[in-house]
């Protein structure tokens, strides 16, 4: 059973827990309102303004970048593992262009080209041809916290996942990446990813 066939066998189960006894649908509701709010539940950015080595978005996101990185389900068992290979300009002052070169752990590839443009602010926003709209990320300390919506291939289908993804500097050369996917507020899982400047 994959991501989205659990995802919706939670949904016939909550429907099929109405028509049962009251006891039942207590403790159907109780686990819905769980899951919804664990979903929604995150980390606050500025608990990282005082955290060092301080993020410097220019810095880091330039010239070349090797990742390496995994996707988790839900349960933690791990489903894809790949590489990327990160291009990093800049185009003026404010904006960054990450060209990323995925290569799978199944011989699959593909590529996302981002454009991160910081605001006045000092907030960034960011777009990508599978990205919906736009990105939007804020940066504290050595942290940058981003949130999107993604298309995210499936089989022959696209899905609209909701990313919620945490990057923490760890050395001036070195960040790690945890990002969570959902959807309608339950988690469908989550990215590794660890990034290293040439």
């Not at 955290?51 to 349960?75: A, C, E, K, Y």
């Not at 602010?121 to 804020?138: L, M, N, P, R, Y």
């Not at 995210?152 to 996917?181: E, G, H």
Request: hydrophobic letters at 40%; one cysteine or more.
């Amino acid at each position: 059973m994959n991501k989205f066939n659990a995802l919706s066998a939670t949904t016939e189960a909550s429907t099929e827990a109405l028509t049962k006894p009251m006891p039942k649908l207590a403790m159907a509701l109780g686990l819905a309102v769980t899951l919804l709010t664990s979903g929604c539940a995150t980390q606050n950015i500025q608990s990282y303004q005082n955290v060092s080595p301080t993020l410097d978005m220019h810095q880091f996101f330039s010239g070349q970048i090797d990742g390496w990185g995994m996707f988790q389900g839900r349960n933690g068992e791990v489903k894809k593992r790949f590489t990327v290979d990160i291009n990093a300009t800049h185009e003026g002052d404010d904006v960054i262009v990450l060209d990323e070169k995925f290569a799978w752990a199944d011989g699959t590839k593909s590529q996302r080209i981002w454009r991160l443009t910081q605001q006045a602010d000092g907030q960034w926003k960011g777009t990508a041809g599978d990205v919906i709209g736009e990105a939007s990320g804020q940066v504290a300390g050595n942290a940058l916290h981003w949130q999107y919506v993604l298309d995210l291939p499936v089989d022959d289908k696209t899905y609209q996942v909701n990313f919620d993804d945490w990057m923490y500097l760890i050395s001036k050369d070195v960040m790690l990446n945890r990002a969570v996917m959902s959807k309608f507020g339950v988690e469908l899982g989550s990215v590794t990813l660890s990034l290293q400047r040439k």
